[in-house]
């Protein structure tokens, strides 16, 4: 059965920085693709950043988070990270990892296992 359990949000000043960390269980991430997603309130669920599994290796990111926030993964840990510096108040919102399991992983729909979230909430 998989599992995926985000950690690591909480509430920072503008300009801060936070990691999430995404554990999985019942599955091996570096052979999937993996991605983190976002929510904010009254708004559509959005990609933020995604990471290929191992033999691909490419990742990519949402335009608004370009240069500030870095996808990652620790096999060994199995755990799924996201990097987010130089934090924005527009950046708030309940953050999702997700995995894909087989291909293609172009799209959100393409994700079919998803944690609970975690919120990140960004003060001006």
């Known amino acids: 059965q998989v599992r995926l359990v985000e950690s690591g949000g909480g509430s920072v000043q503008a300009g801060g920085s936070l990691r999430l960390s995404c554990a999985a269980s019942?599955?091996?991430?570096?052979?999937?693709?993996m991605g983190w997603f976002r929510q904010a309130p009254g708004k559509e669920r959005e990609g933020v950043a995604t990471i290929d599994r191992i033999d691909i290796g490419s990742t990519s990111y949402a335009d608004s988070v370009k240069g500030r926030f870095i996808i990652s993964r620790d096999s060994s840990k199995n755990t799924l990270y996201l990097q987010m510096n130089s934090l924005k108040p527009d950046d708030t919102a309940r953050y999702y990892c997700?995995?894909?399991?087989?291909?293609?992983?172009?799209?959100?729909?393409?994700?079919?296992?998803w944690g609970q979230g975690t919120q990140v909430t960004v003060s001006s």
């Open positions: 997700a995995l894909c399991i087989g291909a293609p992983c172009n799209r959100e729909a393409d994700f079919g296992y």
């Open positions: 019942g599955v091996t991430l570096r052979l999937n693709s």
